[in-house]
Each structure stands twice: as C-alpha cells, then as structure tokens.
C-alpha cells in the first residue's frame, strides 16, 4: 500500500493533537515528522504508527525537513510564512495544508470546505476556519433564496481561543459565564462574506465547556418557505454528505462533541416575514478544523474525501 507522509507543524496544539489522532487511524496516511515550539527533543505520546518519534524544533533556521509528502501547519494566525517558504524550498513538490486564517483570502491558495466544493486541484490548500464552517453550512443550501443580511450568533467552547493563556481560555472569568468578543468584522464574519455571501452579521461568544460550536441562523428569505419545506432543501442538498446530518428538532453539542459530523435542525418559519430561523453544531476541533484538514489530504491525494474518518 502507498502511504503518504505528513509532516505535522504544531503538533502540541488542540487541533494538531486532533490531527494526529486522526491520522493515525488513517490507512493511507503517516505522520512521519511531528514540530513542537515547547516539547522539541521529546518523545511524541500516543503515535500508533511510529513509536520512535521526538518532536522537531519549530526554529525556522534550523528546521528539520525530510522527504514528506504534504505538511499541515497547525499554527496560530500570523505564523505560517516563513515555514511555507522554507518547505517549498526544501520541497516544491509538496503539498502545503494551512489549518490558520493565514491563506484564506490569497487567490494563490485553495480555499476548500469539503462539502462545498470540488475535488482538490492545487498543492496550497486553506482549510476553512470553524465559525465559518458552520455558517456556510447553513447558507448554502439557500444561498438563491436569501434577501438581505443574515444575522447569525454562535457560542463556541474555549478551546477555539488556543492553548496559550489568554481571556476566552481563562476558566475562572468563564466560570458560570458567557464571553462575547469581536462583535463586529471578526474574522471568520470577514471569510464567509469572501468566499460565500457578503452581507452577514455574525456575533461570536465564548462559554465554559471546552470544546463544540453552537450556531444560530436568522435569515430573510426573498419568497416565505415553511419549516418543513425548509428541513427538505437541507436534506435534499446533503443527501449525499455522510457527515452532514439534517434533522427536525434542534441539534445541541452532546450530538457532535468528539464527533466528524455537523448536524443542522430546529428549522422554524415566520412566514409573514419570509423569516427562516435554525439552529447548526459542530466539534470545532473536528469538523471545524482537523477532520476538514484530513478530507482535504484525502481529496489531494485522489482519494474519498472521508477516507479513514469514522462516521
């Protein structure tokens, strides 16, 4: 069998950790490096596939490239440059995967959410953020539909702020709590209205459990639609995406916390208004970032998309 090497940047990270674990249930896939800027020289825990792994030094003028065949950065915003420049000058070949905001608005890139789009065509491939997941989730099967902004309010757990100490992550200000940051332009408000629909309104908060997103969609539509009429399109449209699952009632976190899979329900219409309300969860860890990140390698490989993904 002809299994390709990953190279793991970040691999101490939420999300690299996520990454690993995936990939090492993966049957094409081996992670064969694995960088660490805080745990360089020691062994790598849990890696089923290579017991012998140390992690690399993350110090970009020493950095330690072999002979893998893509590498996925799982770093911080802002942090990528200079390890892309260095491993296509080691490698031009290689397939480059950023997991960060960093390439999502460079034409260069391929920006790919996997139910959303077309097999992987280039070697620089954007993996979507989590918030903008989920929202573009709910938009697409509507986006002929809709009239206006769409005002979407989303509640994510504190490992979408990082590992490093910081107010969204800090567990005595969440206590008994719920943060609201960014309310205006965040980040991932910016990317959906580049890469799907431009008039969106999205408030992002943050709460006390660790891990999962809960959003929430208020839409006009440009024709009124009833809730059933609504749950159908959903269905129809992701008939055939076996991580997507469409359902009546409202989704809640338990349902995709440690899950691949985002579930989109609890469709309710105004009809007077034309006003479409619904609800869509997601493991921010999983189908926000790592899983999408191993569908991406998958789909630049040629192979299914959910290849090694437990469903």
Not at 74 to 91: F, M
Not at 133 to 159: C, E, H, W
Not at 229 to 252: C, G, M, T
Request: net charge negative.
């Amino acid at each position: 069998m002809d299994v390709k090497k990953i190279g793991l940047l970040g691999g101490r990270g939420y999300v690299g950790q996520e990454i690993f674990e995936l990939v090492n249930n993966h049957p094409k896939l081996s992670i064969t490096s694995v960088y660490s800027s805080s745990q360089a020289g020691l062994s790598v825990p849990g890696s089923a596939k290579d017991n012998s792994l140390s992690y690399l030094s993350m110090d970009l003028a020493n950095l330690e490239l072999g002979n893998e065949d893509a590498y996925v950065l799982a770093l911080p915003n802002d942090q990528s440059k200079g390890y892309v420049d260095k491993i296509l000058e080691h490698n031009p070949k290689a397939i480059l995967l950023d997991i960060s905001s960093d390439h999502r608005f460079n034409a260069s890139w391929e920006y790919r959410l996997p139910e959303l789009s077309e097999p992987v065509s280039a070697t620089k491939i954007s993996n979507p953020g989590c918030y903008a997941t989920a929202m573009q989730l709910m938009l697409a099967p509507l986006i002929d539909k809709i009239s206006g902004p769409v005002n979407f309010f989303g509640i994510s757990g504190y490992s979408g702020a990082g590992a490093s100490p910081n107010p969204r992550n800090d567990k005595e200000l969440l206590s008994n709590n719920i943060l609201a940051y960014s309310m205006i332009n965040h980040l991932h408000e910016q990317e959906v209205k580049h890469q799907m629909y431009k008039e969106i309104f999205f408030t992002p908060h943050v709460a006390e459990f660790f891990r999962g997103i809960h959003m929430t969609g208020n839409i006009i539509l440009t024709d009124s639609m009833s809730a059933d009429d609504a749950e159908r399109v959903f269905q129809d449209f992701y008939a055939d995406s076996s991580l997507i699952k469409v359902q009546h009632p409202a989704p809640n976190l338990q349902q995709v916390r440690g899950t691949s899979f985002a579930v989109m329900g609890g469709f309710e219409a105004d009809i007077n208004s034309k006003r479409l309300t619904f609800c869509c969860t997601i493991d921010n860890l999983l189908k926000g970032a790592a899983t999408q990140a191993v569908q991406n390698l998958n789909s630049a490989f040629g192979w299914d998309d959910n290849l090694g993904i437990i469903e």
